[in-house]
């Protein structure tokens, strides 16, 4: 089975700190994505990454970056976090591209910012 | 642009209710058609998929057609249970990288 695995379920930061999410995946899959879930909102995607050292903005960057050093690896930094920063963070992977690629979901973090 | 447009929730139902959960799209080209569901707690899962037209996708007595005359992909269940809970994304994917998802729709099952 595909896994796509978060590295923590819940976090707690202050104001102000710089807050690393990581995500890893299995599959050797090339795409990799960041999204942010809040109420009434759905999914918005941050960031996603086609390949190693490659991202792109997706529609929320500001904020946030991103940094993807190995290809199942994938990192979101928010460089001083805010409380409006406090969400649900997914992480997901799919396999190139396709008519009926799927995208495989990590379990999701959630964060607060106090 | 691409878009997915979804009922909004929440849906309430008692157990053995029949469920439909409306999903319309817009896209260019054939894209492929998705319903993930996420349960408390989790991340999302694939709950099925459709890559052309009048394909049927179905899984766990859930099902949904591709109708590309009204760019509809409804999800549908006979009879649901109180574990069905929880909130159905829509989606499609056109190419590219991306994966456009709907809004969401929380279903609750009262036993």
């Known amino acids: 089975d595909v896994k796509v695995t978060q590295s923590s379920r819940y976090l707690v930061k202050r104001t102000g700190e710089k807050v690393f999410l990581e995500c890893v995946q299995d599959m050797d899959h090339e795409n990799m994505f960041w999204y942010r879930q809040d109420p009434g909102l759905g999914l918005r995607l941050i960031y996603f990454?086609?390949?190693?050292?490659?991202?792109e903005k997706g529609d929320i960057p500001e904020g946030y970056s991103v940094s993807r050093e190995k290809k199942e690896r994938f990192s979101l930094i928010l460089e001083s976090a805010s409380t409006n920063q406090t969400s649900m963070y997914l992480c997901?992977?799919?396999?190139?591209?396709?008519?009926?690629?799927?995208?495989?979901f990590g379990q999701g973090t959630r964060l607060t910012v106090v | 642009g691409n878009s997915v447009t979804q009922m909004e929730g929440p849906v309430t139902l008692s157990e053995e209710a029949f469920l439909t959960i409306n999903c319309t799209y817009t896209a260019t080209g054939y894209p492929s058609l998705f319903w993930y569901v996420q349960y408390p707690g989790e991340g999302l899962q694939l709950l099925l998929k459709?890559?052309?037209?009048?394909d049927k996708g179905s899984n766990k007595g859930f099902e949904a057609t591709y109708r590309k005359e009204t760019t509809s992909f409804h999800l549908e269940k006979g009879s649901v249970q109180v574990s069905d809970s929880a909130v159905y994304f829509c989606?499609?994917?056109?190419?590219?990288?991306?994966?456009?998802f709907g809004a969401g729709t929380r279903l609750f099952v009262k036993a």
């Open positions: 997901a992977s799919s396999p190139g591209t396709g008519g009926n690629t799927e995208a495989f």
């Open positions: 459709a890559t052309k037209a009048d």
């Open positions: 989606a499609l994917f056109t190419g590219g990288f991306k994966t456009i």
């Open positions: 990454s086609y390949d190693v050292k490659m991202k």
